[in-house]
């Protein structure tokens, strides 16, 4: 797992006060919320960024141990999350291939089949047929 899309920091929110990890490769579609891990709670989180981004800061040198506590806690917490609208999320594994259904295998891109576009092979074949 690639570390530049980690970024470590701390939330300042009083009694809530927490470690947490930022993962740029979760997006939630919002401009105006982010999803953060919050290791005190153990779970991702989602947040408005004008509430949450002041109370924000990375962690200091004294602190950098809870980096590698919170990446392990984040990656648990990460297998068990769905995102808001109920579709799970298909992060790359380490190795940068996505995770593959039980049964199916993706060899490259190639193998990749879009539902919303149309076989354009399929389309020429029935062309000829019709002719």
């Known amino acids: 797992m ?11 929110a009083g ?12 997006d939630t579609c919002m401009p105006d919320t982010l999803y953060l891990f919050n290791l005190r709670r153990g779970e991702i989180l989602e947040y408005k960024r004008a509430i949450i ?9 004294q602190e950098q141990e809870l ?17 808001r609208g109920g579709k799970p999320m298909v992060i790359p594994t380490q190795g940068g291939k996505p995770a593959a259904a039980a049964n199916d295998e993706l060899q490259d891109e190639d193998d990749v089949v879009f539902l919303d576009e149309p ?3 399929e389309d020429a074949w029935l062309e000829e047929e019709e002719a």
């Not at 690639?2 to 939330?11: A, F, R, T, V």
């Not at 809530?16 to 979760?26: A, E, G, H, N």
């Not at 980096?67 to 995102?83: D, H, M, N, V, W």
Request: hydrophobic share 30%.
């Open 2 to 12: 690639s570390e530049k899309h980690y970024w470590y920091g701390y939330l300042e």
């Open 15 to 26: 009694e809530k006060s927490s470690p947490v990890l930022r993962d740029s490769r979760l």
């Open 53 to 61: 981004e002041p109370k924000l800061r990375a962690l200091g040198a």
């Open 67 to 83: 980096g590698q506590t919170l990446k392990s806690a984040y990656i648990e917490a990460r297998s068990r999350f769905t995102p």
């Open 119 to 121: 076989d354009l092979e």
